[in-house]
């Protein structure tokens, strides 16, 4: 009864969905993170492998560093979809590489509460993510987003091309997504409860 759960929240007012615009050919998948092998992101270039063979101009962004960034094109290039996959290292503005996003993937096989899932669903990116740790408490299955197993890349890779495929349901789980984030999780939120906890404590 001594222990309060309140979660990491995010800043509406940077994270927001991108205005209507044309889109250029293809369709981009990305991925923002540490490059380690708990993210996952072999995973991913596996399941981009059968996503590229149904759609020869889809494009997958992978952003971040880490231990296994040279594993990760050694894979790339031996799944022959390197030309496809584009490694962008460090991003300072993260809210940019969003908005030339169309599916967010997060095929993390451990997960806390994910600041970078927050931020694209707050920026109403529809979302498929593994079903592990806080990435449960941010989506439901097909609420806001699609949950698939850890590990397994034939589940995300259908995952990824029910999204790519159905713009409506895309556009659907985009919008609750950038909902749920507004009703629980933006900053103003978070701070309302901190300082509810402050008050509470001060009595």
Same mark, same amino acid.
Request: proline share 4%.
């Given at each position: 009864?001594?222990?309060?759960?309140?979660?990491?929240?995010?800043?509406?007012?940077?994270?927001?969905?991108?205005?209507?615009?044309?889109?250029?050919?293809?369709?981009?998948?990305?991925?923002?993170?540490?490059?380690?092998?708990?993210?996952?992101?072999?995973?991913?270039?596996? +399941?981009?492998?059968?996503?590229?063979?149904?759609?020869?101009?889809?494009? @997958?962004?992978?952003?971040?560093?880490?231990?296994?960034?040279?594993?990760?094109?050694?894979? +790339?290039?031996?799944?022959?979809? $390197?030309?496809?996959?584009?490694?962008?290292?460090? $991003?300072?503005?993260?809210?940019?590489?969003?908005?030339?996003?169309?599916?967010?993937?997060?095929?993390?096989?451990?997960?806390?509460?994910?600041?970078?899932?927050?931020?694209?669903?707050?920026?109403?990116?529809?979302?498929?993510?593994?079903?592990?740790?806080?990435?449960?408490?941010?989506?439901?299955?097909? $609420?806001?987003?699609?949950?698939?197993?850890?590990?397994?890349?034939?589940?995300?890779?259908?995952?990824?091309?029910?999204?790519?495929?159905?713009? +409506?349901?895309? $556009?659907?789980?985009?919008?609750?997504?950038?909902?749920?984030?507004?009703?629980?999780?933006?900053?103003?939120?978070?701070?309302?409860?901190? @300082?509810?906890?402050?008050?509470?404590?001060?009595?």
């Amino acid at each position: 009864e001594s222990i309060v759960e309140i979660p990491n929240g995010v800043d509406l007012h940077t994270f927001v969905p991108r205005s209507p615009r044309s889109r250029p050919e293809g369709t981009t998948i990305t991925f923002v993170g540490r490059l380690d092998r708990y993210k996952g992101v072999g995973f991913l270039l596996e +399941a981009f492998k059968r996503v590229l063979a149904r759609n020869s101009t889809a494009r @997958l962004v992978v952003v971040g560093t880490g231990p296994d960034e040279t594993l990760l094109k050694k894979t +790339a290039a031996r799944l022959n979809v $390197q030309e496809n996959v584009h490694f962008k290292g460090r $991003q300072e503005d993260v809210g940019a590489v969003f908005s030339d996003t169309d599916v967010f993937a997060l095929p993390t096989l451990s997960e806390g509460m994910s600041n970078v899932l927050l931020e694209a669903m707050a920026c109403g990116l529809p979302v498929v993510a593994t079903s592990v740790g806080g990435n449960c408490d941010l989506i439901s299955d097909r $609420q806001n987003g699609i949950l698939v197993p850890p590990g397994d890349a034939l589940a995300l890779s259908e995952a990824l091309m029910e999204m790519l495929d159905n713009t +409506a349901l895309a $556009q659907q789980l985009g919008d609750k997504a950038r909902k749920t984030v507004l009703e629980h999780y933006s900053l103003e939120c978070i701070t309302d409860r901190y @300082l509810h906890l402050y008050n509470r404590l001060s009595l």
